[in-house]
């Protein structure tokens, strides 16, 4: 199981790093975003297995990300933090980048804000 450990390094970008640099996490934030809160909302939108989505999800609890309500026991709701929610812009550059860079002529990328539903 993958834990989280804040990085010590000066720079910012290296530390921003450490806790997006997965691409999970960047889904699951991705997927927060769109509206999902429960366990089996992440399980369904990525198809990322259970363990895999236990770890990122404890790994975004670390880093103060998400919240889990209640902190225990089952049924729990995850919610973004200010801090992720700072991270908003940050997505939509990436998409629009994304949009720009990595699609062919022709094809069409969806609108990253969208609910998938």
Excluded at 37 to 51: D, Q, S, T
Aim: with cysteine; proline share 6%; aromatic share 8%.
């Amino acid at each position: 199981m993958k834990t989280y450990q804040a990085s010590r390094s000066p720079c910012p970008i290296g530390r921003a790093a450490r806790v997006l640099g997965d691409r999970w996490i960047l889904l699951i934030l991705r997927e927060a975003f769109l509206g999902a809160a429960r366990f089996e909302e992440f399980i369904e939108r990525l198809g990322i297995n259970r363990a895999a989505l236990s770890s990122r999800l404890a790994i975004l609890q670390e880093a103060k990300l998400i919240t889990r309500d209640p902190p225990e026991g089952k049924r729990a709701a995850y919610q973004l933090t200010q801090s992720a929610l700072a991270l908003r812009p940050l997505y939509q550059e990436l998409a629009d980048w994304g949009s720009a860079h990595l699609f062919e002529a022709g094809e069409a990328p969806t609108d990253w804000g969208a609910p998938t539903d």
